[in-house]
């Protein structure tokens, strides 16, 4: 992941249109949380976010796609064809590839689908900071792949059998908010409520993959406590 930017830059103004309260609470928060990122508003249908954006300068829609007066992309039409230029990334819970094709054809330069955590909003929201802060003339061909490259996720790599990717993320968001304190696997599976062994295993898959390390702890009788720590030179 990119270094945030500096904290002299003008940070990117998120308007999070939302119908549903309990998510948009959580989608504002989420932005909040992301270095380099503002909450311009929140809002929770299509004719609020239009006069919103009448009065209020905004760089970047959250837009759920499933409004009450309306699609977002009737949304997103309605903007383009009064000239307006921010840029949208779309959450939804629809899996329907006809409309992320619409999508990409009015500019929405990233999707999200409906639940995702914290880590995957800020990983979406990095990526587009960074094809927002290239700028210039391209000197060829490879440079420009590089800038559209940015928004573009990677891809996951494969887990070991019996890992999911979204407690492995829950997992991740635990033990980087430890911090240098680190946890043991059964405090790791405390906070996420799973058990102290699939803990343990999910623990040991990002220590492999060299997002994690693992000291032993002594000062307690019989066998030392592992510790693992979220590697932050690791840059993700």
């Known amino acids: 992941m990119s270094a945030p930017p500096p904290v002299d830059a003008a940070p990117i103004r998120v308007l999070v249109v939302e119908d549903d309260p309990l998510a948009a609470d959580a989608h504002a928060l989420y932005v909040r949380r992301v270095p380099g990122f ?37 949304l997103v039409r309605s903007l383009r064809a009064a000239g307006h230029t921010a840029d949208v990334i779309a959450v939804t819970s629809a899996r329907d590839l006809a409309v992320v094709r619409e999508g990409v054809s009015l500019g929405v330069v990233q999707y999200v689908l409906k639940p995702f955590t914290f880590s995957t909003l800020r990983d979406r929201l990095v990526r587009y900071a960074d094809f927002r802060a ?9 440079e420009v792949d590089r800038a559209l490259s940015a928004l573009r996720a990677p891809q996951p790599a494969a887990l070991p059998k019996g890992l999911s990717l979204d407690t492995l993320q829950t997992i991740t ?3 980087r ?20 062994i699939t803990a343990r295993r999910y623990l040991e898959h990002l220590v492999h993959t060299s997002r994690a390390g693992r ?22």
């Open 173 to 175: 968001e635990a033990l």
């Open 38 to 74: 503002a909450v311009a508003g929140v809002v929770r249908s299509r004719a609020d976010a239009s006069q919103f954006l009448k009065r209020t300068a905004v760089d970047l829609l959250l837009l759920d796609l499933f409004l009450p007066d309306g699609h977002g992309l009737q």
């Open 177 to 196: 908010a430890a911090g240098a304190d680190g946890l043991s696997a059964g405090a790791a599976a405390t906070a996420v409520g799973i058990s102290r």
């Open 134 to 142: 290239a700028a210039g003339e391209a000197s060829g061909q490879d």
């Open 215 to 236: 000291t032993p702890q002594y000062g307690h009788v019989g066998r030392p406590e592992l510790r693992y720590r979220w590697l932050s030179q690791t840059g993700r």
